[in-house]
């Protein structure tokens, strides 16, 4: 495969007593769509949340590139190129939808507070081209016709889709989706695979998601790793963690067929 | 049919205005006459609370059967009456003032309706209070009672938009009533008729050409014509508006006085008089073609000078027929000017784009004409009053850059405004600093010695800059200490910032520098020399407040453009998001600390050009003007007008700081109507009068998609 994008070494986070991600050992290839699975309370969110620099971890080091970013803000760790969904939807609710693009586009303007009082020539070429390219985003998303409605007042799969594309407007390396199907049908989850497998295509990303849908994860996934109780208990191809007796054990603690006819 | 809600309304209704007339508020309402010797303001407030009463009962059942919101409104406002007539009586039955001490100073003649009777029926020769509880001004009571539920029931019937044309134009009236006794103008009801038959004949003759052709006129040949026509006025008010006309048997009776604007002519200005005229008829001309916001700004703007002659004649004070033109004129203006509007849009606009540019340097050109010539009609205490508002306005507006945009909720604001202020008062007031080194005791030195003495001191304009940097600076090292709180913790210790520069301003170890208590005077009226008009020069000097007014029209300005640029922008869009989510907005790249400390900044500056300019106002600086009152009155205004939304938060300035000042018997109840208002807004509307309008992008967005080629689809 390809080089190595992301490689977290024996990362672990304490909340007091509590060991919610325990020396955990991550690798992440580009161009890959990898999958985090466990059981709830198993540590993905925070350990999502290790990445992305809203928590730093005790111990490890997580290396982007080849350059180490555990401790880094997690404003400097997007400006590296990693973009984030959240679990819960988290959008900008009383700004519409075209503008959550433009402040995910943040990072790549340059307007100074100064240019934009007085209107500087490029500082206003800049904004028409960042508006130009936020509507493009919002059409790929499928949201053409809502860039003036205000987020919160978006149907819940809109919501989910602009938050992808918020994402997106990063033009991130690395794109970290957190249950991106979460409370959507099994129609809306098809959508939603596919659209996830045509960002891998389209805009050659890496992507790294957490997902409770098996069906989703087992059938575009690269690599599949699972966590339990904070520790990573299991990673591989769909097929062989499928089998791995261990994540059987972690799911159910009985017969493998049950758990996935279950799942599915 | 009839439901429980309306007893509870009647009754809540009622307990606020037994509240209000322990309070005492009605006896000073009653001095304040809307229509004198008819209608006082407190006449106005309690039909509109009875009004508003039944209303409030009718309006949920308005979609069932016609009489079902009738009868609801008239329970509730039955109930209202009854209730009172017994609490009336209940009042002169036993003597109640051991328990509510207040009523000991409280003329009963309030709660009776004393006053409302006398509007009601009976002449006016009840002027004994005691008359006024007599069994007939009851029954007349409870009868007024159910008649304003009645009509209030009748009022929900209506289509809302007739509803609100009615209810604004009667707040407008009262308003205007309030006002009249202090416009102190420059132009009589002749002038506004002759500067309105101006506007509508070349308005009416532009209309007439343009639908008639299917090629429109070239646009010089329209303005000529307008301006032709306005000449032509301007010619027949010379020959007709003469003093003999406006006499007994003159042909202008009952007009009031001759316009004031022929004296110009009789200066020898007669040029000036045609072009005055020409100009309003070339605006006339081109307005059936403009976009609808210039077309219908300048036709209120006509409204309001027929409205301000009318005034004027009416004298300083309002007869009840002028009051009655006002309301049917306004009525008229709110209801017809934005239908024809909207046929001007459908019918002229041929060149949009152009058009819309010229038509929007027409109503720049009109609003600014208006701005500069405001203050010739304004009285002394119009303009003070105006002052007030736009300093206010001009607060809220850098105190949104904190709360409304960055989501810091900010109670230390006066402390910007105090360092603005500070900043010019010791640079350009008497003190240890300017006066080299001698401290200075104000009440024991004269003008001419401190002209003699303090030499350091620099002129207003060159403090300005000064007092904004510095204050800008130091809201900015506040704010660092402070980034990483949130809330309610960041509005804590904010509010000590704000105390702790008062105290500083207080203190006795600075009095040489800042004065103490005392504070610093005199601080120089701002003067500007114009080298022009022969070897003299003209001094322009902003010492009254009719000159001030320019000084706060440019801060005020400067504040609208920096912060309406900002809040557009890449810097206003990381301010919103860190409002809504910093967590987020974080996650995208922003950088929060560098975020929050250019709102602090931003606000700040602003808070120090208001500020500076107040100190320039008042020619003294003192800590009591300074104090956490301040800050209270500037967030409560940016909270009640819309956070976030620049015209909200001058909307907000105008009812806060407007209202009370407008009501100026009010002033002791300020803070009750204050707080009253701000819960009731905060009931009803909690986002504010005018809550900002999210920006449309899409279509520009859309249109710069559109030409490329190889744009998606």
């Known amino acids: 495969m390809g080089d190595l994008l992301l490689h977290a070494m024996t990362i672990t986070k304490r909340f007091g007593g509590l060991t919610a991600v325990n020396a955990v050992e991550l690798k992440i290839e580009r161009g890959m769509i990898a999958s985090l699975i466990g059981p709830n309370g198993a540590g993905k969110t925070t350990f999502f949340n290790c990445i992305t620099g809203f928590y730093t971890p005790e111990e490890g080091r997580i290396m982007f590139n080849n350059r180490d970013i555990r401790g880094l803000r997690t404003d400097q760790i997007a400006h590296r190129g990693i973009a984030r969904t959240y679990q819960n939807i988290r959008l900008f609710g009383a700004m519409t939808a075209l503008e959550n693009i433009l402040v995910g586009m943040h990072i790549h303007l340059k307007a100074t507070p100064i240019g934009s009082i007085f209107g500087f020539g490029h500082t206003r070429r800049e904004e028409r081209e960042a508006l130009k390219e936020a509507y493009r985003l919002l059409e790929f998303v499928g949201l053409g016709d809502k860039g003036d409605l205000l987020a919160s007042n978006l149907a819940y799969g809109f919501q989910r889709r602009l938050e992808v594309a918020r994402a997106l407007a990063l033009k991130p390396q690395l794109l970290l989706l957190d249950e991106p199907t979460a409370g959507m049908n099994p129609q809306e989850t098809d959508e939603m695979m596919e659209f996830i497998r045509n960002l891998r295509d389209k805009l050659n990303l890496t992507i790294f998601l957490i997902e409770h849908d098996m069906k989703l994860v087992m059938s575009i996934s690269d690599q599949v790793s699972v966590m339990d109780y904070g520790t990573k208990i299991s990673e591989g191809t769909p097929a062989y963690v499928q089998k791995d007796p261990a994540v059987i054990k972690a799911y159910l603690g009985s017969a493998p067929e049950e758990v996935l006819s279950e799942q599915a | 049919m009839i439901k429980k809600s309306t007893f509870q309304r009647g009754i809540l209704a009622l307990g606020i205005i037994l509240l209000l007339t322990l309070t005492g508020i009605f006896n000073t309402f009653e001095r304040q006459q809307v229509i004198p010797d008819q209608l006082s303001l407190n006449t106005v407030i309690i039909i509109a609370m009875v009004g508003m009463t039944g209303y409030a009962c009718a309006y949920p059942l308005r979609n069932q059967k016609p009489l079902v919101p009738m009868v609801n409104a008239i329970i509730a406002t039955l109930a209202i009456g009854v209730m009172w007539v017994g609490l009336v009586w209940l009042y002169e039955t036993i003597d109640m003032r051991f328990i509510f001490q207040n009523l000991k100073g409280v003329n009963p003649s309030p709660l009776t309706f004393g006053e409302m009777i006398r509007f009601i029926a009976v002449p006016a020769t009840e002027t004994d209070p005691a008359l006024a509880v007599e069994l007939g001004g009851l029954v007349k009571l409870i009868i007024f009672c159910a008649m304003m539920g009645a009509v209030s029931g009748f009022a929900v019937l209506l289509s809302l938009r007739l509803q609100l044309i009615v209810a604004v134009s009667a707040v407008l009236t009262v308003v205007l009533a309030l006002i009249s006794t202090k416009i102190n103008g420059i132009i009589t009801l002749p002038d506004a008729l002759a500067f309105a038959i101006a506007f509508s004949l070349a308005y009416v003759a532009s209309w007439l050409i343009n639908t008639r052709r299917t090629d429109p006129l070239p646009q010089w040949l329209l303005m000529s014509i307008g301006a032709l026509i306005g000449a032509f006025v301007a010619l027949a008010l010379l020959f007709i508006g003469t003093e003999d006309a406006f006499k007994r048997d003159g042909i202008l009776r009952g007009l009031g006085t001759a316009p004031l604007i022929i004296d110009m002519g009789a200066r020898g200005l007669i040029g000036g008089l045609f072009g005055v005229f020409a100009l309003t008829g070339l605006a006339g001309a081109l307005a059936p073609k403009a976009e609808r916001l210039s077309h219908n700004t300048s036709l209120y703007f006509i409204l309001a000078l027929v409205i301000l002659g009318l005034l004027n004649t009416a004298g300083r004070k309002l007869p009840l027929e002028t009051a009655l033109i006002i309301f049917g004129l306004l009525v008229v203006g709110i209801a017809f000017i934005p239908t024809l509007g909207k046929k001007a849009d459908g019918q002229f606009i041929q060149l949009a784009q152009r058009g819309k540019l010229q038509s929007r340097g027409i109503f720049l050109f ?348």
């Open chain 2, 366 to 713: 009109v609003l600014a004409g208006v701005v500069l010539v405001a203050p010739q009609f304004m009285g002394v205490s119009l303009a003070n009053n105006i002052n007030l508002i736009i300093l206010y306005a001009m607060l809220g507006i850098g105190l949104n850059v904190m709360i409304g945009y960055a989501g810091l909720l900010d109670l230390g604001f006066v402390a910007s405004i105090a360092i603005g202020a500070y900043t010019v008062g010791i640079l350009t007031g008497p003190n240890i600093l300017t006066c080299n080194g001698v401290a200075i005791n104000p009440n024991l030195i004269t003008l001419d010695e401190i002209n003699q003495l303090c030499t350091g001191r620099i002129d207003f304009w060159g403090a300005l800059p000064l007092a904004v940097i510095f204050s800008a600076v130091t809201g900015m090292l506040l704010g660092v200490p402070v980034l990483g709180l949130r809330g309610d913790y960041l509005a804590i210790v904010t509010l000590g910032f704000g105390e702790i520069i008062n105290r500083i301003i207080y203190s006795d170890k600075f009095k040489p520098l800042m004065g103490g208590a005392q504070g610093l005077s005199p601080i120089p009226v701002p003067e500007i020399f114009l080298p022009v008009g022969g070897e003299e020069g003209v001094n322009l000097v902003f010492g009254n407040a009719t000159s001030v007014f320019y000084l706060y029209i440019f801060a005020i300005l400067i504040a609208i453009f920096v912060t309406y640029r900002l809040s557009i922008s890449r810097q206003g869009r990381s301010w919103r998001a860190i409002r809504a989510d910093e967590d987020v907005a974080e996650a995208m790249g922003i950088h929060t600390v560098r975020t929050k400390l250019m709102a602090f900044m931003v606000s700040s500056a602003i808070g120090g050009l208001g500020g500076a300019i107040l100190a320039a106002q008042l020619q003294s600086v003192t800590p009591e003007n300074y104090k956490l009152a301040f800050s209270i009155n500037v967030l409560a205004l940016v909270i009640i007008g819309g956070m976030g939304s620049i015209p909200g938060v001058i909307l907000g300035a105008v009812v806060l700081a407007g209202l009370p000042e407008l009501l100026r018997e009010l002033e002791s109840y300020r803070l009750l109507a204050f707080g009253g208002l701000l819960v009731l807004v905060m009931l009803v509307k909690s986002e504010g009068l005018l809550p900002p309008a999210p920006p449309r992008l899409s279509e520009q967005a859309r249109l710069l998609t559109q030409p490329e080629p190889t744009g998606t689809d």
